[in-house]
């Protein structure tokens, strides 16, 4: 079946460092791929995504590329900052909008920027 | 905007209580899932719906019903709750269209069985 690795957490780092965080898939199609993020006490919220090889999702200074030959899908940001502390989550979906084929998580990755 | 909405932020309840948990959008999507969300294992299916009084089982359904009698109700129910049960539940709407899928989240209802 599907599934969805990604770093354990939490990640801990300055303000204005550089981040990545690490995510691999395995999936018998081909699937779209998303970064979700979950801010403290609330649910989780879309934060980009990618829906085909070579694709880059960008959104809030935050890029990832899919990677089909590494089947990889890492979440990098040039300078985190205090408000970019949550928990993330990589994600995958081989729905063809016909079903209701749902998402396969990671574990989720928690990061925590200190000024 | 679609809007997800969960009938309780946080709830408390006693060993053996049946729990009602809601789950209620504004849009008009078929597909609904409810997940439990714990600290080192990430989010894991309950249940989902493709449609008004169907449901099918996600990973973990064992101690969980659902039902759907609306289109825009999805209510999850822990018929004989334990504490095992106490976690962050989130339901969830899936909007897809080709590979265009979205999946969008109610604010989560932290549980506590007691």
């Known amino acids: 079946g599907d599934s969805v690795t990604q770093m354990e957490g939490p990640v801990t780092l300055s303000e204005e460092a550089f981040l990545t965080i690490n995510c691999t898939y395995t999936?018998?199609?081909?699937?779209?791929l998303f970064w979700y993020v979950q801010y403290p006490g609330e649910g989780l919220q879309l934060l980009l995504k990618a829906t085909k090889a070579d694709d880059k999702g960008s959104n809030k200074g935050f890029e990832a590329t899919y990677r089909k030959e590494t089947t990889s899908f890492h979440l990098e940001k040039g300078s985190v900052q205090v408000s970019d502390s949550a928990v993330y989550f990589c994600?995958?979906?081989?729905?063809?909008?016909?079903?209701?084929?749902?998402?396969?998580f990671g574990k989720g990755t928690h990061l925590i920027i200190q000024p | 905007d679609v809007k997800v909405t969960q009938s309780s932020r946080y709830l408390v309840k006693r060993t053996g209580e049946k729990v009602f948990l809601e789950c209620v959008q504004d849009m008009d999507h078929e597909n609904m899932f409810w997940y439990r969300q714990d600290p080192g294992l990430g989010l894991r299916l309950i249940y989902f719906?493709?449609?008004?009084?169907?449901?099918e089982k996600g990973d973990i359904p064992e101690g969980y019903s659902v039902s759907r009698e609306k289109k825009e109700r999805f209510s999850l129910i822990l018929e004989s709750a334990s504490t095992n049960q106490t976690s962050m539940y989130l339901c969830?709407?899936?909007?897809?269209?080709?590979?265009?899928?979205?999946?969008?989240f109610g604010q989560g209802t932290r549980l506590t069985v007691v």
């Open positions: 719906s493709y449609d008004v009084k169907m449901k």
């Open positions: 994600a995958l979906s081989e729905g063809s909008g016909g079903g209701a084929d749902g998402l396969t």
């Open positions: 969830a709407i899936l909007k897809a269209q080709a590979r265009n899928t979205e999946a969008f």
């Open positions: 999936a018998t199609g081909y699937p779209s």
